[in-house]
T-cell receptor, first 113, second 113 residues
Framework: SQQGEEDPQALSIQEGENATMNCSYK?????LQWYRQNSGRGLVHLIL?????REKHSGRLRVTLDTSKKSSSLLITASRAADTASYFC?????????????FGKGTKLSVIP | DGGITQSPKYLFRKEGQNVTLSCEQN?????MYWYRQDPGQGLRLIYY???????QKGDIAEGYSVSREKKESFPLTVTSAQKNPTAFYLC????????????FGPGTRLTVT
């Protein structure tokens, strides 16, 4: 079942601007991850934030997590044309002794040069 | 796309035929996964395997079968019982059952006519 829902579904910005994507989920989680997918390719892991963390940074990426609102946001600063891709949040849940991921539908980001 | 290979990249089949998608990893990862992605959608879990000779159904296993005879290989067979097999199929792996980050292959786009 899909738990994460990204917002907006699509986002178009100019190069150099910041891009913010949001993710909401329904049940309690162990962690939340963000992945990137270039068109027609596999997913690449970007960043993981644990349920006891509120904010995390990695290069131009900043992720926040609000477990009380069951939401997360991904901020990409100083965007580049190469950031054009779809971005998915995935919530980590433990079940049957294995940590599985449940993916949202993604935000399609277009960065215009 | 790391050490996970999927072949072929594009696959065409006639309705009623079974087809097997290949997934091989050289990362020495214990767990492997198969996901299905439809246009504009997130990933849905088909099957997963935590160890050799063991696998579990995911959310949409009907019409699919898998095997895990070797640690590095996790082939997926799309049977004629799958009502809508045309989709993008992604294989992933992770280091251990309790690990969080998943590594994805480049995907196979299956078209059934």
């Amino acid at each position: 079942s899909q738990q994460g829902e990204e917002d907006p579904q699509a986002l178009s910005i100019q190069e150099g601007e910041n891009a913010t994507m949001n993710c909401s989920y329904k049940t309690s989680i162990n962690n939340l991850q963000w992945y990137r997918q270039n068109s027609g390719r596999g997913l690449v892991h970007l960043i993981l934030i644990r349920s006891n963390e509120r904010e995390k940074h990695s290069g131009r990426l900043r992720v926040t997590l609000d477990t009380s609102k069951k939401s997360s946001s991904l901020l990409i600063t100083a965007s580049r044309a190469a950031d054009t891709a779809s971005y998915f949040c995935a919530t980590g849940n433990s079940g049957a002794g294995s940590y599985q991921l449940t993916f949202g539908k993604g935000t399609k980001l277009s960065v215009i040069p | 796309d790391g050490g996970i290979t999927q072949s072929p990249k594009y696959l065409f089949r006639k309705e009623g035929q079974n087809v097997t998608l290949s997934c091989e990893q050289n990362l020495n990862h214990d767990a492997m996964y198969w996901y299905r992605q439809d246009p504009g959608q997130g990933l849905r879990l088909i099957y997963y395997s935590q160890i050799v000779n063991d696998f579990q159904k995911g959310d949409i296993a009907e019409g699919y079968s898998v095997s895990r005879e070797k640690k590095e290989s996790f082939p997926l067979t799309v049977t004629s019982a799958q009502k809508n097999p045309t989709a993008f199929y992604l294989c992933a792996s992770k280091e251990a059952v309790a690990a969080y980050e998943q590594y994805f292959g480049p995907g196979t786009r299956l078209t059934v006519t």
